[in-house]
């Protein structure tokens, strides 16, 4: 009897005690990603018109990036291997010209997607801050006060980064993919063919090491 008594409160204590990062939380999944996306892009369509300027700057940029290392290619092979200054001089200031374009045309589609954004996002905000003052007081007794506050502040806030910088990150890195395959299957067939020989592995690695850096998110959460 003694034994149990005294083994008792341990096992309480054990199970009191948290088993690790996270334990007891919940994490919620998305539910509807496309229907999430066509509701957010009805905020963003009355910006259209900037939306399209934006799409084309983003084009641009990226072309002048891709013309970058392509001249650099042409100043190796044909002005400093035949040792010719003068067409040098001429390719280092066309690529500076360039990296001076994709820099700022880059600056210009990213002040106008924060412009849209912030504006998007300031009806978004006030469309929940007029949704959450019509609920009723069971609403608030069943939904705590943490949570309410980090929809209209951490969940905007992570909206406004995907909308006003990742949009244009992600279209700007696809054409500057599909240009360099271009580039490199124009260049040389077999060569690129090699190359793509290390794109499953890179793909495993890039799954595996996001598979991971969410779940040490959500712990650090």
Same mark, same amino acid.
């Given at each position: 009897? +003694? !034994?149990?008594?005294?083994?008792a409160?341990?096992?309480e204590?054990? +199970?009191?005690? $948290?088993?690790g ?5 919940h994490?919620?999944? $998305?539910?509807?990603?496309s229907? *999430?996306? %066509?509701w ?24 002048? *990036?891709?013309a970058? $290392?392509?001249? &650099?290619?042409?100043a ?5 291997l035949? =040792?010719? &200054?003068?067409g040098?001089?001429?390719?280092v200031?066309?690529m500076?010209?360039a990296?001076?374009?994709y ?5 210009a +589609?990213?002040?106008?997607m ?7 996002? =300031?009806q978004?905000?006030?469309?929940l ?6 609920? /009723?007081?069971?609403?608030f !007794?069943r939904? $705590? +006060?943490?949570?309410?506050? /980090?929809? &209209?502040?951490? !969940? ?7 909308v /006003?910088?990742?949009i244009? *990150? ?7 993919l599909?240009?360099i395959?271009?580039?490199?299957i124009?260049?040389?067939f077999?060569? /690129?063919?090699?190359?793509?020989? %290390?794109a ?6 890039t ?5 991971y ?9």
């Amino acid at each position: 009897m +003694a !034994d149990n008594t005294q083994r008792a409160p341990k096992q309480e204590m054990r +199970a009191m005690t $948290p088993r690790g990062p996270g334990h007891g939380m919940h994490f919620e999944k $998305p539910k509807d990603v496309s229907r *999430s996306a %066509v509701w957010l892009l009805r905020y963003l369509l009355p910006y259209k018109p900037v939306l399209l300027i934006v799409l084309g700057l983003v084009v641009l940029y990226t072309l002048a *990036s891709l013309a970058g $290392p392509y001249l &650099l290619g042409v100043a190796i092979d044909d002005y400093i291997l035949n =040792k010719d &200054l003068a067409g040098l001089m001429r390719t280092v200031v066309l690529m500076g010209l360039a990296y001076l374009l994709y820099t700022s045309l880059q600056s210009a +589609a990213g002040w106008l997607m924060a412009g849209v954004s912030q504006k998007a996002l =300031k009806q978004l905000r006030a469309d929940l801050f007029s949704h959450l003052q019509k609920r /009723s007081l069971r609403f608030f !007794d069943r939904n $705590p +006060a943490g949570d309410l506050m /980090s929809r &209209l502040t951490n !969940d905007i806030a992570a909206i406004n980064q995907a909308v /006003s910088q990742n949009i244009t *990150s992600l279209i700007a890195d696809v054409l500057t993919l599909f240009g360099i395959l271009a580039a490199m299957i124009a260049l040389n067939f077999w060569l /690129s063919l090699a190359a793509f020989l %290390v794109a499953p592995v890179m793909l495993w690695f890039t799954l595996f090491v996001t598979k991971y850096t969410r779940r040490g998110f959500r712990e650090l959460q």
